[in-house]
């Protein structure tokens, strides 16, 4: 069976601060992604960060970066220098192929998510 | 560009009732999946369309159908619905095949309460 794991249900930050987000994940893929979703009280789930599961080198987009051990499958996503706008809940994901041919993408599986609380 | 729209935002619904949402899909995305998200918990995917067809499900029994249409908007059909089945029901749209980067683009869904 393929999991996700987030072991915190609940995070909380100062503004300004940094903090990191823990999750692992058990699949028997060899191609996956994973990624991190927000989802804001407005409910719109936005990406923050993806990760192809083949590179190395760790995905950075701006303030949001990730720690990938792909041996331990472990995904963990930092926030460096929080924002008040960064309230929200973090759902880790990842996707694999569907079907035959390993061409088609699209069954996201994802974790139970963690509460991120931003204070001033 | 336009985003993923649903339709309607909430709906209320009796035990054994069907009900049906729909969903348009992000300008230009031809392949569309739904998920279930229950109070506090991650989505689960239900399935997956592309080319009018069913490309992929989740672990849902088959009352739980849909339909994609020639424009690549889709509908989720729930039958003889159950109180669990309350939840908040995510569109999602892709692009199909090698230009698909795996990112998904979400509406902001269709909250059902089964009463």
């Known amino acids: 069976a393929q999991t996700v794991t987030q072991s915190q249900p609940e995070m909380s930050v100062q503004e300004a601060e940094t903090v990191t987000l823990s999750c692992t994940y058990d699949?028997?893929?060899?191609?996956?992604?994973l990624f991190w979703y927000k989802q804001p009280p407005s409910r719109q789930m936005i990406l923050v960060i993806r990760?192809?599961?083949?590179?190395?080198q760790n995905a950075t987009e701006n303030r949001f970066s990730v720690n990938f051990q792909k041996a331990a499958k472990s995904f963990s996503l930092k926030i460096s220098d929080s924002q008040l706008g960064d309230t929200a809940m973090y759902f880790c994901?990842?996707?694999?192929?569907?079907?035959?041919?390993?061409?088609?993408?699209?069954?996201?599986?994802f974790g139970q998510g963690t509460i991120l609380t931003v204070h001033p | 560009e336009t985003g993923v729209t649903q339709s309607p935002t909430h709906l209320i619904k009796t035990r054994g009732q069907q009900v049906t949402l729909r969903c348009s899909s992000q300008?230009?995305?031809?392949?569309v999946s739904w998920y279930q998200q229950a109070l506090g918990q991650g989505p689960q995917f239900i399935f997956q369309?592309?080319?009018?067809?069913?490309?992929g499900r989740g672990n849902f029994p088959p009352r739980f159908s849909g339909l994609q249409f020639p424009n690549y908007s889709s509908e989720l059909n729930v039958n003889a619905l159950e109180l669990d089945d309350s939840a908040l029901y995510l569109c999602?749209?892709?692009?199909?095949?090698?230009?698909?980067?795996?990112?998904?683009?979400f509406g902001e869904g269709s909250r059902l309460t089964v009463l």
């Open positions: 990760q192809e599961a083949y590179k190395q």
């Open positions: 300008s230009g995305h031809n392949t």
């Open positions: 699949t028997s893929e060899s191609n996956y992604y």
């Open positions: 994901a990842f996707m694999t192929p569907l079907g035959g041919g390993g061409t088609s993408y699209g069954k996201l599986t």
């Open positions: 999602a749209s892709s692009l199909y095949g090698h230009r698909n980067t795996g990112e998904l683009f």
């Open positions: 369309y592309y080319r009018e067809e069913e490309n």
